[in-house]
């Protein structure tokens, strides 16, 4: 099966500009996860989304970041504006969650660099 | 809220040696451990889960909820394993919590 695709892989910014970034996830997963990855951290989740509603979205920045998944398929991750700590992959995971199985499957990322 | 803490960023050890990650949380519930990998220039992904109770590549991890820990446990390392480890705690509104990573380095 395809893995979960995201776009662009890298992304060069000066701060206070702003940055979308495209993610979709494996075909029939309901569940969508976006992580941020500081550099020397682990994945640390920013929102989760069950089809196209939010199950958790504490830990989003919602005074610049936002997210959306429409149809509950693809989805975008916004940054705006854009500071020198949001430096960062961003990654991008997507879970079946059926009879007990919530392996997640995770996207390449992007990497981030604000300037 | 649940933690995980991995204590050592580098662990470099000999090819055939004996490895031992070590990954420690905190939850007042009963977690899903999981262990996940990322090799060089690839994705992260899942290298084995405690409810599995099963060997993956050589590994095994075993739950302690007294020590509330699950070590990543290899008797023979390979020059193959190096790669950095992710150990993860699955609870509640099911995301991931994720330790800050091990790098383990096999020397030849």
């Known amino acids: 099966e395809a893995g979960v695709a995201q776009s662009p892989r890298y992304k060069i910014i000066e701060k206070r500009q702003s940055v979308a970034f495209w993610c979709n996830p494996i075909?029939?997963?309901?569940?969508l996860y976006w992580y941020q990855q500081i550099l020397g951290q682990g994945p640390k989740l920013l929102i989760q989304f069950q089809n196209n509603g939010v199950v958790d979205d504490s830990q989003l920045p919602k005074d610049r970041f936002s997210a959306e998944r429409l149809k509950g398929v693809d989805s975008t991750l916004k940054i705006q504006p854009a500071k020198l700590e949001d430096s960062a992959v961003y990654l991008c995971?997507?879970?079946?969650?059926?009879?007990?199985?919530?392996?997640?499957?995770f996207g390449p990322g992007t990497r981030l660099t604000v300037t | 809220a649940q933690r995980v803490t991995q204590p050592e960023k580098l662990l470099s050890v000999f090819k055939g040696a004996p490895v031992e990650l070590k990954c420690n949380y905190s939850?007042?519930?009963?977690?899903?451990l999981f262990w996940y990998v990322q090799y060089s220039r690839q994705r992260l992904q899942l290298l084995l889960r405690?409810?599995s109770r099963e060997s993956i590549k050589g590994f095994t991890a075993d739950l302690n909820k007294g020590e509330t820990s699950f070590h990543l446990k290899k008797p023979f390392a390979q020059e193959e394993d190096s790669a950095m480890y992710y150990c993860?705690?699955?609870?509640?509104?099911?995301?991931?919590?994720f330790g800050s990573g091990t790098r383990l380095q096999v020397q030849p």
């Open positions: 075909s029939g997963h309901a569940t």
């Open positions: 939850y007042s519930g009963s977690p899903e």
């Open positions: 993860a705690l699955l609870a509640g509104r099911r995301a991931l919590t």
């Open positions: 995971a997507s879970t079946l969650q059926r009879e007990g199985n919530y392996e997640q499957y």
């Open positions: 405690h409810i």
